[in-house]
């Protein structure tokens, strides 16, 4: 029997983890998949580290990043390279995921191929095209391409259902990041950098910042990095720890504030596994991450989300998440509820996790062997 060719395609960490667990899940079919996987490298060091843990070997590595490159430098790159690998293996399904640069480019060259496309976390949407920027009109246009949409909640099919996509068309699978999550955190591991060493015996509250997204380049990260440095001096027993953003524009806005502040930690991004084992020491999260907010309530860490949007309700709804905004008054505010509130806190961290119970890839393998033949 002849195998399908499914072509999976990613570029960024949050990619990477989320779809790893689908390259394994399709390699355990090896019998009915021929599986190719392709990287753009849009992150470089962030991507090769998740590579490395889930044991994944790209066929083709774009290799595309430069420093500061521009939307449309990634997209012309990622599609002129797209082009070339879809006319060499022909085939029969293209995977991307969620919302990025390289999902939108690598997406339409797939299109223009007149190849399937499968979206895996499709019909995410805040219905503002500037929050998220760029990711927003990235996942809208996606799923306009896509034949086959992968939503990890009823939420997400109901959004693709409202734009005319057709019902057949649409499977809720829960959300693969779950898959990775679970995984992960059951891997042995102890902190060895410098930074951290010893943070797991330091018997204190700790939490866990991470701020990088474009909308917030700028002002914003300077209301984020003054409103932590406050947090800090208001709460001196707590430990808060933020590895940055690699991005220079990301460093310029955080380092000047907070780099000398003692119980404030800035380290270099963390390794996927390290950063499962962080999220699940922490005592909750401020970000303005997408994944976070799937990842931490799995583990009972509520969550306060430093932007003016979510594309991810459902963890409101659910009681797990809570939007904070930008300015430094509000986080400084609802931090301390949190932290001042023991009710308030167990609200939150017992809430129920919305995305999924860990078997996303496997529900998704097996839609694609139905569907493929």
Same mark, same amino acid.
């Given at each position: 029997?002849?195998? /399908?060719?499914?072509?999976?395609?990613?570029?960024?960490? !949050?990619?990477?983890?989320?779809?790893? !667990?689908?390259?394994?899940? /399709?390699?355990?079919?090896?019998?009915?998949?021929?599986?190719?996987?392709?990287?753009?490298?849009?992150?470089?060091?962030? /991507?090769?580290?998740?590579?490395? /843990?889930?044991?994944?070997?790209?066929? $083709?590595?774009?290799?595309?990043?430069?420093?500061?490159?521009? @939307?449309?430098?990634?997209? *012309?790159?990622?599609?002129?390279?797209?082009?070339?690998?879809?006319?060499?293996?022909?085939?029969?399904?293209?995977?991307?995921?969620?919302? *990025?640069?390289?999902?939108?480019?690598?997406?339409?060259?797939?299109?223009?191929?007149?190849?399937?496309?499968?979206?895996?976390?499709?019909?995410?949407?805040?219905?503002?095209?500037?929050?998220?920027?760029?990711?927003?009109?990235?996942?809208?246009?996606?799923?306009?391409?896509?034949? @086959? #949409?992968?939503? !990890?909640?009823?939420?997400?099919?109901?959004?693709? #259902?409202?734009?005319?996509?057709?019902?057949?068309?649409?499977?809720?699978? %829960?959300?693969?990041?779950?898959?990775? #999550? @679970?995984?992960?955190?059951?891997?042995?591991?102890?902190?060895?950098?410098?930074?951290?060493?010893?943070?797991?015996?330091?018997?204190?509250?700790?939490?866990?910042?991470?701020?990088?997204?474009?909308?917030?380049?700028?002002?914003?990260?300077?209301?984020?990095?003054?409103?932590?440095?406050?947090?800090?001096?208001?709460?001196?027993?707590?430990?808060?720890?933020?590895?940055?953003?690699?991005? !220079?524009?990301?460093?310029?806005?955080?380092?000047?504030?907070?780099?000398?502040?003692?119980?404030?930690?800035? *380290?270099?991004?963390?390794?996927?596994?390290?950063?499962?084992?962080?999220?699940?020491?922490?005592?909750?999260?401020?970000?303005?991450?997408?994944?976070?907010?799937?990842?931490?309530?799995?583990? %009972?860490?509520?969550?306060?989300?430093?932007?003016?949007?979510?594309?991810?309700?459902?963890?409101?709804?659910?009681?797990?998440?809570?939007?904070? %905004?930008?300015?430094?008054?509000?986080?400084?505010?609802?931090?301390?509820?949190?932290?001042?509130?023991?009710?308030? $806190?167990?609200?939150?961290?017992?809430?129920?996790?919305?995305?999924?119970?860990?078997?996303?890839?496997?529900?998704?393998?097996?839609?694609?062997?139905?569907?493929?033949?």
């Amino acid at each position: 029997m002849l195998k /399908l060719k499914v072509i999976t395609v990613f570029g960024t960490r !949050p990619e990477a983890i989320k779809m790893a !667990p689908v390259v394994k899940e /399709l390699e355990k079919n090896s019998d009915t998949f021929d599986t190719v996987v392709v990287v753009t490298a849009q992150h470089r060091e962030l /991507l090769d580290q998740v590579l490395e /843990l889930f044991d994944i070997q790209p066929d $083709y590595d774009m290799n595309i990043m430069q420093e500061r490159q521009s @939307l449309a430098e990634i997209t *012309t790159r990622v599609m002129t390279k797209m082009e070339e690998i879809l006319k060499k293996e022909s085939p029969q399904i293209v995977l991307v995921h969620g919302d *990025t640069t390289t999902t939108l480019a690598a997406s339409l060259a797939t299109f223009y191929q007149k190849t399937l496309i499968g979206h895996v976390e499709a019909g995410l949407r805040t219905r503002d095209k500037y929050n998220p920027f760029p990711e927003e009109i990235n996942r809208k246009l996606t799923d306009d391409l896509s034949d @086959l #949409l992968f939503a !990890p909640t009823e939420m997400a099919k109901n959004a693709l #259902l409202e734009e005319g996509a057709n019902d057949e068309n649409i499977f809720v699978t %829960g959300n693969t990041v779950i898959d990775a #999550l @679970l995984h992960t955190v059951n891997i042995p591991f102890e902190f060895s950098s410098t930074e951290l060493k010893g943070i797991e015996s330091s018997n204190k509250r700790i939490i866990l910042v991470t701020a990088h997204r474009r909308e917030n380049w700028g002002k914003n990260l300077h209301e984020i990095a003054t409103a932590i440095k406050e947090l800090s001096q208001k709460y001196s027993d707590i430990i808060f720890v933020f590895p940055v953003h690699p991005n !220079p524009v990301v460093r310029e806005a955080v380092s000047p504030t907070l780099q000398d502040v003692e119980n404030v930690i800035l *380290t270099e991004p963390l390794e996927y596994l390290p950063f499962c084992h962080l999220i699940k020491l922490s005592y909750l999260i401020l970000t303005d991450s997408g994944g976070i907010q799937e990842e931490a309530p799995s583990l %009972g860490k509520p969550v306060l989300v430093m932007r003016e949007k979510t594309e991810r309700p459902e963890g409101i709804m659910a009681g797990t998440v809570k939007l904070v %905004g930008t300015r430094k008054e509000k986080i400084v505010e609802k931090v301390s509820m949190l932290l001042d509130s023991k009710e308030l $806190y167990e609200k939150m961290s017992k809430a129920s996790n919305p995305y999924g119970d860990g078997k996303a890839s496997f529900r998704i393998v097996k839609i694609l062997k139905s569907y493929l033949a």
